[in-house]
């Protein structure tokens, strides 16, 4: 049920969102000369997978987690996708594919071996990472791998079509700090 209403969503979020999909890339264009970031991520199963979002740092930026990064790293309208969210809405297209869902744990990345291990023990790479989850509008991000791990299993085991949307709708208010950038 989770995985139809995935697709529907994603499929009518970037049919109904491409005007502001492409606007944004033409100002990303302006702001860094290159506005659509990919990186490997670690997906179901721990096998790799490309996420796609807007770039909101400086392309020589180093390939850390989130919480590792510089503030100055952060363009001014990279700031401004930040704080909207807005820097999230490609992963629509790895929705689709099937690679994400709209809820789960946020994807890690390979060199967050902590993370990884803590996940792993907890079984949290049995369903697919999400855009938002229980953590993001917690507050909780990847600076405390444990405590994110807990929360993602927790997560996991109390997820049902209400707090699907209820995620959603706490991250679309605005609830959450998203990744933060120390």
């Given at each position: 049920?989770?995985?139809?209403?995935?697709?529907?969503?994603?499929?009518?979020?970037?049919?109904?969102?491409?005007?502001?999909?492409?606007?944004?890339?033409?100002?990303?264009?302006?702001?860094?000369?290159?506005?659509?970031?990919?990186?490997?991520?670690?997906?179901?199963?721990?096998?790799?997978?490309?996420?796609?979002?807007?770039?909101?740092?400086?392309?020589?930026?180093?390939?850390?987690?989130?919480?590792?990064?510089?503030?100055?790293?952060?363009?001014?309208?990279?700031?401004?996708?930040?704080?909207?969210?807005?820097?999230?809405?490609?992963?629509?297209?790895?929705?689709?594919?099937?690679?994400?869902?709209?809820?789960g744990p946020r994807p890690g990345l390979f060199n967050q071996l902590e993370l990884t291990e803590e996940r792993a023990k907890r079984g949290v790479f049995v369903v697919r990472p999400?855009?938002?989850?229980?953590?993001?509008?917690?507050?909780?991000?990847?600076?405390?791998?444990?405590?994110?791990?807990?929360?993602?299993?927790?997560?996991?085991?109390?997820?049902?079509?209400?707090?699907?949307?209820?995620?959603?709708?706490?991250?679309?208010?605005?609830?959450?700090?998203?990744?933060?950038?120390?």
């Amino acid at each position: 049920m989770i995985r139809a209403l995935d697709v529907v969503f994603s499929l009518l979020g970037l049919m109904l969102g491409f005007p502001v999909l492409l606007l944004l890339t033409i100002i990303g264009l302006f702001d860094t000369g290159s506005p659509i970031f990919r990186q490997v991520r670690v997906g179901r199963d721990q096998k790799p997978f490309t996420l796609v979002k807007f770039r909101t740092m400086k392309m020589d930026t180093a390939s850390v987690a989130t919480h590792l990064a510089s503030s100055a790293s952060i363009t001014p309208f990279g700031r401004f996708l930040r704080k909207t969210k807005l820097d999230e809405l490609p992963q629509l297209w790895n929705v689709m594919k099937g690679e994400m869902s709209l809820v789960g744990p946020r994807p890690g990345l390979f060199n967050q071996l902590e993370l990884t291990e803590e996940r792993a023990k907890r079984g949290v790479f049995v369903v697919r990472p999400g855009i938002t989850g229980l953590a993001q509008v917690s507050d909780i991000d990847m600076s405390t791998p444990a405590l994110l791990a807990e929360t993602d299993q927790r997560m996991i085991q109390t997820l049902s079509l209400a707090s699907y949307f209820k995620y959603i709708f706490m991250t679309v208010a605005g609830k959450g700090a998203g990744d933060r950038v120390r």
